[in-house]
């Protein structure tokens, strides 16, 4: 469902994704406002409900880069693209630790496009 450097990782349980414009906005003498849309970008936010120690690890390491490719389905055109992002904030919340295995649950990064 998505890749991080051609590396497909888990299918997430949630899943957002947030177009963001970036303007510069002032006003002239007349008191309008002129605004210039520069760019949109994108921020995925992505969560799993439970992943494995093994999972956690794959997808983090994938992230630690400062900037990496990104393929993802994207609802404005319903087709795969794949973007140049970065992971903003990145959670795991412990389970259980069994047998000396930790489970992790409520796993989210956010993926912020360049």
Do not use: C, H
């Not at 880069?65 to 412990?94: C, H, K, N, V, W």
């Amino acid at each position: 469902m998505f890749k991080i450097n051609t590396v497909t990782m888990p299918t997430p349980s949630e899943w957002k994704i947030g177009l963001m414009d970036i303007s510069k906005a002032e006003r002239n003498a007349a008191g309008d406002l002129m605004i210039e849309r520069i760019t949109t970008k994108r921020k995925v936010e992505l969560g799993w409900a439970y992943l494995s120690k093994d999972d956690v690890k794959t997808l983090f390491a994938a992230v630690s880069a400062t900037t990496f490719s990104l393929e993802y389905i994207d609802p404005q055109t319903d087709a795969s693209i794949t973007g140049t992002f970065y992971a903003g904030d990145r959670t795991a919340a412990a389970l259980d630790y069994i047998g000396s295995v930790i489970r992790y649950k409520d796993v989210k990064v956010n993926f912020i496009e360049v």
